[in-house]
């Protein structure tokens, strides 16, 4: 049963929709009210900038659908035992209790766009003058025939964190020696583009430290290229030698099938076996963007470059994976720095702060096998056109140690900044 509080569902939507004719900074009763949906690395980063530096001026409400949130970010690291379960999870607590963010646990089933109004599943509407959405992603389970939302108890995809985390490892620790493992890797565009490939590089670590030296780990790959490659590739052939083998469609020709039952992956070239089937589908914007009309065809939700206002509704923002991102990568620093540009598009709206040019920016770093790190990154600014990258970098292949334990021990700080970014100190 979610927590409503009166400060949430205290007013009037007609009174709420008359109220927009003016600027909402110059409304004589109450203050105006941002809403956020999902609790992730966009919306919770949105909701305590608004709350931080619009103070008192603004109410700011946050809707997430779970307690708790596990971060995908640093999920490949718990599959490799360089962190607890516990390490990758955070609560609420701070944002309400230090930042006066009114937190309403429940699941977000539409959005009126006409009345301004999120409308909660179990009947609660929640009236806002500007809304954030930032559900992340959602599944095209058909994307792999034989899969769907039963068939990931069995082939975890573990690309949203909490359970299905928690079942990859528990597998990926029943792995024995001569086992194989199989990835069926994600198309474009999705979530974390080097993480599929951090992910094998976790398993490799794991069956290497377990002392195996016959199992196997096959990635089934829809894509002709994949992100970070040639480090990646090396770092394979140097910590794993023989263990990992990537087959790109030219090589398996097509992914025909999966079949839970008998852990079988089948493709125009082979069937191959699976004593664990890890299927990443096909992705698009989290339900909610669809439900509400804030996606296109390309199953994303289209932005305005300069603020991340929608481009189907201007009195709502979509951030993080949901949205189109132009050249930036899905990952959870992108969320959080979309999520920044849109906090302040907002309290310009709501309460006329100064709105400055929008700048974005992300880097992804990946451990490939212990103090072995590597990243990649880019500046970008908001065109007319497209978020556009200004400048890019990454890792090189022959780095030297030092400079890849540098690079790993740079994600740790990045890990414990950005989690304290979007949930608050
Ligand atoms: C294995 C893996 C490794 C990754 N590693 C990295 C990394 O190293 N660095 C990096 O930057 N990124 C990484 N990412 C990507 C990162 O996790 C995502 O890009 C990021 O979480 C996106 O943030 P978001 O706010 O769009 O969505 P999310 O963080 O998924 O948040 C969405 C939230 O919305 C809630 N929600 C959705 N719909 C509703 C609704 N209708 N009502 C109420 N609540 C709702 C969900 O419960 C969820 O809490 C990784 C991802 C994976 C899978």
């Given amino acids: ?253 097509g992914i025909v099938g999966v079949d839970p039952s008998t852990g079988e992956v089948e493709t125009d070239l082979d069937t191959f076996q699976g004593d664990l089937v890890n299927v990443i589908p096909a992705q698009k914007a989290g339900n909610i963007a669809h439900v509400a009309g804030l996606a296109n065809e390309t199953g994303f939700c289209p932005i305005d470059p300069h603020s991340m206002r929608s481009k189907m509704d201007d009195n709502i923002f979509v951030v993080g994976d949901a949205c189109i991102p132009g050249d930036m990568p899905k990952s959870a620093f992108s969320a959080n720095s979309q999520a920044k540009v849109a906090a302040m598009a907002i309290r310009g709206d709501l309460v006329g702060s100064r709105v400055f040019p929008a700048k974005y920016s992300n880097t992804c770093w990946s451990l490939i096998e212990t103090d072995d790190g590597v990243k990649v990154g880019a500046q970008y600014v908001g065109t007319d056109e497209k978020i556009s990258s200004t400048s890019k970098f990454i890792s090189q292949t022959g780095e030297d140690a030092g400079t890849r334990k540098a690079t790993y021990e740079e994600s740790l700080g990045w890990y414990s900044g950005i989690t304290s970014d979007i949930f608050g100190v």
């Avoid at 600027?23 to 941002?34: D, E, I, T, V, W």
């Avoid at 429940?106 to 509407?125: C, S, Y």
């Avoid at 990635?219 to 990992?244: A, C, N, R």
Wanted: aromatic share 10%; glycine share 10%.
């Fill in 1 to 253: 049963m979610p927590k409503l509080t009166r400060r949430a569902f205290g007013l009037v939507a007609g009174a709420a929709a008359a109220n927009l004719a003016m600027p909402a900074y110059l409304r004589a009763q109450g203050k105006p009210r941002a809403v956020v949906v999902g609790g992730g690395a966009g919306g919770a980063t949105a909701a305590r900038y608004m709350a931080k530096d619009a103070g008192d001026e603004l109410d700011v409400t946050l809707i997430e659908a779970n307690p708790k949130y596990t971060t995908c970010f640093f999920s490949n690291l718990y599959l490799g035992d360089f962190r607890t379960f516990d390490s990758i999870t955070h609560g609420y607590n701070t944002l309400q209790s230090n930042y006066g963010i009114t937190l309403v646990n429940g699941f977000a089933e539409a959005i009126d766009r006409d009345a301004n109004e999120v409308v909660m599943a179990d009947g609660p509407r929640v009236p806002y003058d500007r809304l954030l959405v930032s559900p992340g992603i959602d599944f095209i389970w058909d994307s792999v025939p034989g899969y769907s939302e039963e068939a990931s108890e069995i082939m975890p995809h573990s690309w949203k964190g909490g359970a299905q985390t928690k079942l990859l490892k528990s597998k990926l620790d029943a792995v024995e020696d001569g086992q194989q493992i199989v990835m069926v890797a994600p198309p474009n565009p999705f979530r974390c583009p080097p993480g599929p490939y951090e992910r094998v590089s976790m398993f490799a670590h794991v069956l290497k430290a377990k002392g195996h030296t016959d199992s196997r780990i096959v990635i089934i790959d829809p894509k002709p290229t994949f992100s970070k490659q040639g480090l990646f590739e090396e770092g394979w052939e140097k910590h794993y030698p023989g263990m990992v083998e990537w087959y790109g469609p030219d090589v398996h020709g």
